[in-house]
């Protein structure tokens, strides 16, 4: 698998899957605002120079986000990168977040928006998820 890097520190690594044309980001620890937008925004450019429409997320290690993060992915990110080509969005959190539910209310409005969502545990069962889209 062809491997491009995008960003790689403690906090978190994004990197463009070439053979697959998904981006996917892990992060490593809790991570603050302004090292995740710059991480987000690395991986948004990468999805329109690429074309790509698939994206990974790995957050199972990840800390609650600030109220000025969500605002900032909603009204900012979101549509940024969904009108660069992003279709398809991959998300695995920790299990008792899957298990609250408490991302029906994003996914309901990313869907309005054109972002089809799935949430998962397992990072095998999401890979596969984003592999029966075609590009």
């Known amino acids: 698998m062809s491997v491009v890097p995008i960003v790689d520190n403690e906090y978190i690594t994004v990197q463009y899957l070439a053979d697959k044309k998904i981006i996917y980001h892990v992060v490593h620890k809790p991570i603050a605002d302004q090292p ?10 990468a999805l329109k120079k690429n074309g790509a429409h698939k994206w990974l997320s790995d957050d199972r ?5 600030s109220p000025e993060q969500l605002e900032w992915g909603l009204r900012d990110w979101n549509p940024r990168t969904i009108a660069a080509g992003w279709k398809y969005w991959a998300n695995i959190v920790p299990e008792e977040m899957a298990a609250a539910g408490t991302l029906a ?29 075609e590009d």
């Open 36 to 45: 995740l937008q710059a991480a987000l925004n690395a991986g948004s450019d």
């Open 61 to 65: 290690k990840n800390g609650p986000l």
């Open 105 to 133: 209310p994003l996914m309901d409005a990313l869907f309005e928006q054109g972002l089809r969502m799935m949430v998962f545990t397992d990072v095998d069962k999401a890979r596969q998820w984003l592999d029966s889209f």
